[in-house]
């Protein structure tokens, strides 16, 4: 089927399909949303033939027991459906696509033997919905052989065998090892099984049942039996049998989830409004280490204080005149003034060179171990969630934490906090430079940091809120991504790459909006 669907890689040959194609894998890939809009999957809505799926692919009793029918909304890999609905709802989804081509990868492995009946008779098998198109069936389940119009069988990856049922039974071949082999398994069997063994022992003599027995357990022995390096391909026009053991019993359905309150999966996520808590600040602090971002904050504050200490003695310098000497005394520029003032100045300027590279080290350590320290706190959290949450919250979410979030603490924190410190200190020397200088320039100070206070109060409350947005709205870019991923041989089987292009860009589109208005 992957060959069919171009999603190997040919080294030779080639394979060429006609008209529409509708895929159902044999792991089910069900999307994030409505149950109905996974059964449609973008197509337009026809309700009687949107019915007729469900009924035919035995839904009608799981949508009653769902919390709001077809309205449900599907968890990231269908987490709130069983196994055996997961794969109807894809066998749903092909049977309303109305294609041309279906390519059935063992849809009736994952649900009770009575259901797969039922899924046989009413859509794949002769007289089912699907009877006017050509199918490409793989199964286990031999029970089915009969009923359809070719079977080709494969051993050690090579076509070994093409023909109807009863052709392939005369030929004593590998298929009619295959039936021996199953039914010496199953033991004494009625129903279909019997007519099967039935039909065997007719067109072979004991004599050859006995001789294929005894072949199949000789390859058993030499690791060579047809169930381990062989397969059956049945359909219409032949189709094809997985590569695997054919005596793997059908599996058991899944029992059925808990009907929950509410029909909605997952709920919408949240973010906080108004300004952040001390609380964070402070649990960001603990993070960061006491010793090692108050050591940051000591240094940043000598750096500064050497700086401001280098401007005012350019000032002295200029006016060839030291701290505390009579303003009234001149003197010329000797050697030694010269010197000391050169000196001062150095030592002032190495000084700020030793504390801004101390304050930096210490910045960063700080940070790294605040990041550090952070993200082994969230990781032991979410390892040690209780199930029900990774039930309701969407991975794309949980990646955006550890994602962005954590990118934010060890990339973008160091800058912001060192931005920050240093802003603050500088104001703060200025301020004190002005107004011990200039002590009346204190009333408009803080007339301008008032006006400063008030305009901040409507910038950052607006940044902030934007930040959390922009935040949020990457979580379902995340999701849809990994979604999309996981489905892609689906997703190009329909011939749906262009939507999920555009819901991709759609959603991008989306968060860079948000990102623009905060910037």
């Not at 029918?69 to 092909?94: C, F, H």
């Not at 301008?448 to 910038?459: D, E, K, M, T």
Request: charged share 25%.
């Amino acid at each position: 089927l992957s060959a069919l669907l171009g999603e190997m890689e040919r080294s030779g040959g080639s394979a060429e399909l006609r008209g529409r194609v509708a895929y159902v894998s044999q792991q089910a890939w069900i999307q994030n949303a409505r149950l109905k809009d996974n059964i449609l999957f973008g197509a337009k809505e026809d309700e009687a033939r949107y019915r007729a799926a469900i009924d035919d692919c035995a839904l009608t009793s799981d949508l009653e027991i769902l919390p709001a029918n077809d309205q449900t909304e599907i968890g990231e890999k269908g987490i709130n459906l069983s196994g055996g609905q997961k794969q109807r709802v894809a066998l749903a989804r092909a049977v309303y696509s109305d294609a041309d081509l279906y390519l059935l990868d063992d849809p009736l492995s994952a649900v009770d033997s009575h259901v797969g009946k039922h899924i046989f008779d009413r859509v794949v098998g002769p007289e089912g919905c699907l009877r006017d198109k050509t199918r490409v069936l793989v199964t286990h389940a031999v029970t089915f052989l009969p009923q359809v119009d070719q079977i080709v069988v494969l051993k050690a990856g090579l076509v070994s065998e093409v023909g109807t049922y009863k052709e392939l039974l005369a030929q004593r071949g590998d298929f009619a090892e295959f039936l021996v082999q199953y039914l010496s398994t199953q033991g004494d069997q009625g129903g279909e099984l019997a007519t099967i063994k039935k039909e065997l022992e007719q067109q072979l003599s004991k004599e050859e049942v006995v001789q294929l027995e005894m072949r199949v357990r000789g390859d058993s022995e030499s690791g060579g039996e047809l169930g381990s390096n062989g397969s059956l391909h049945l359909g219409k026009e032949g189709s094809p049998k997985k590569a695997g053991s054919p005596l793997k019993a059908v599996k058991e359905e899944q029992q059925q989830p808990e009907k929950k309150p509410q029909h909605q999966q997952y709920k919408e996520e949240s973010s906080d409004t108004g300004s952040v808590d001390w609380r964070i600040y402070l649990i960001y602090y603990r993070s960061m280490g006491y010793a090692l971002f108050s050591s940051c904050i000591f240094f940043y504050m000598v750096y500064q204080i050497f700086s401001t200490v280098a401007s005012m003695w350019v000032a002295f310098w200029s006016d060839n005149q030291l701290p505390f000497e009579d303003i009234s005394e001149q003197h010329n520029m000797t050697d030694t003034r010269r010197d000391i003032f050169l000196g001062v100045y150095g030592a002032a300027g190495f000084a700020q060179a030793i504390s801004a590279v101390l304050a930096s080290l210490m910045l960063y350590l700080s940070t790294i171990t605040a990041g550090r320290a952070l993200h082994h706190r969230m990781l032991d959290r979410i390892m040690h969630c209780p199930m029900a949450f990774f039930d309701t919250t969407p991975q794309g979410r949980i990646l955006n934490r550890f994602g962005k979030d954590v990118d934010v603490l060890d990339g973008s924190m160091p800058m912001i906090l060192r931005g920050w410190i240093t802003c603050l200190f500088s104001c703060v020397a200025t301020f004190l430079v002005i107004m011990g200088t200039t002590p009346w320039a204190a009333l408009p100070i803080f007339l301008v940091l008032a006006g400063y206070y008030f305009v901040q109060r409507v910038y950052v409350a607006s940044s902030r809120q934007l930040k959390r947005l922009e935040s949020t709205s990457r979580s379902p870019i995340y999701s849809h991504f990994g979604e999309t991923i996981a489905g892609a041989s689906v997703i190009r089987a329909y011939g749906l790459q262009d939507r999920f292009i555009r819901e991709s860009e759609r959603r991008v589109d989306t968060k860079i909006g948000r990102a623009s208005c905060r910037e």
